[in-house]
């Protein structure tokens, strides 16, 4: 994986997973900061019987901003999908820089009546009472990424399974392990914001799958999606730990630095796991000339199938392929795990 030249440029990042639903994105942009939405790769679903035009609506986004990476891919993903329908009208507006910010702008979003509202919130605790306005309101919400908390503050919520990532991160970890006779190992793990519940429940997920092995994290470090933190928590993880057989880090971009630290470190002794499917993340394990032998996913393409779910509530209109009249109240999605033998088929959909 490439090394930034000024870490402290990374911002916040959390990571994705791929879904397919309706007439759904397949991918997600790279890391491109501007506003070329190029990159986005869309599914027009010239062969589902829901992409045929419908009734006109108007979807209000909202998404913290982000120069790079997982969040920047959010929105230009959800741009491009609503770009690829004649009946979306497609409205955004600035989450700002807190909880507190975002709140003032999608109250803003309201009084303008939008059909359905997606949201992917600061914090999905604290924007909670905005989604049961909302709904209140007569406007679905869409709840993307970062859980609201009580399930009458959205009509759908789309989020990546976090417990999915330990599970499928862990049980690489077991395998390799297993393989190489080893029965005691030393497992490091960094982990990303402790205060959200994503975190939290990745790192759960990761220890109750290793325990089922008899394993468990010698040392965890918190770092803060970043890469300049990821090296940080990195650095003294390594220093807690002379020896070490693995180490799980939940984010690709946040492992920019960790992979930093680890070469400046010269440590060789160990295999990492990443998190979310960044695309240098995967052209890093293809070209296994690092400790980086995998990644699982959470991809932002999320965002596109949100997209396409919202136009559908906003229609009145259902899944084609589902049986229920209704699209459905919670998608989880799955989280794959990227090895050296099946990069190529997920390096189109790296961010």
């Given at each position: ?35 070329d ?29 982000a ?90 919520q789309?989020?990546g ?26 497992i ?64 690709d971009?946040?492992?920019i ?20 499917g ?6 890093a ?17 999320m ?12 229609q ?36």
């Amino acid at each position: 994986m490439r090394r930034l030249p000024d870490l402290s440029r990374r911002r916040l990042l959390i990571g994705g997973a791929a879904l397919g639903a309706g007439a759904v994105l397949t991918g997600c942009t790279s890391n491109d900061s501007g506003d070329d939405d190029n990159n986005a790769q869309v599914n027009t679903g010239n062969n589902n019987a829901n992409a045929a035009p419908g009734k006109q609506v108007t979807i209000g986004f909202s998404a913290p901003a982000a120069d790079h990476g997982w969040i920047a891919a959010i929105t230009n993903n959800a741009k491009a999908q609503a770009g690829t329908y004649s009946d979306v009208e497609f409205k955004t507006v600035e989450a700002g820089a807190d909880a507190a910010a975002q709140r003032a702008a999608l109250q803003t979003l309201v009084s303008q009546k939008p059909d359905v509202i997606v949201l992917l919130p600061h914090d999905g605790k604290e924007l909670n009472a905005f989604g049961l306005e909302a709904m209140q309101a007569g406007i679905p919400v869409v709840n993307l990424d970062r859980a609201f908390p009580d399930a009458k503050a959205y009509r759908l919520q789309i989020k990546g399974d976090n417990y999915g990532m330990g599970v499928s991160a862990a049980t690489y970890i077991i395998t390799q392990l297993k393989a190489k006779n080893v029965s005691a190992p030393v497992i490091g793990e960094i982990a990303g914001m402790d205060e959200l519940e994503l975190t939290q429940e990745r790192s759960k997920g990761f220890a109750d799958t290793l325990a089922q092995a008899g394993f468990r994290v010698a040392n965890r470090r918190a770092a803060r999606f970043t890469a300049d933190s990821g090296q940080q928590e990195a650095a003294s993880l390594l220093q807690a730990l002379p020896k070490m057989d693995a180490v799980w880090n939940h984010d690709d971009d946040q492992g920019i630095g960790v992979l930093a630290a680890i070469s400046q470190a010269n440590r060789k002794e160990f295999i990492m796991i990443g998190g979310a499917g960044s695309k240098a993340a995967i052209e890093a394990i293809q070209a296994d000339n690092s400790v980086l032998k995998a990644t699982v996913t959470y991809s932002p393409s999320m965002a596109s199938s949100a997209i396409s779910l919202a136009r559908l509530i906003g229609q009145g209109r259902g899944m084609s392929d589902l049986v229920e009249l209704q699209v459905p109240k919670e998608i989880t999605l799955a989280s794959e795990t990227i090895t050296k033998e099946n990069a190529a088929n997920y390096l189109k959909l790296g961010f």
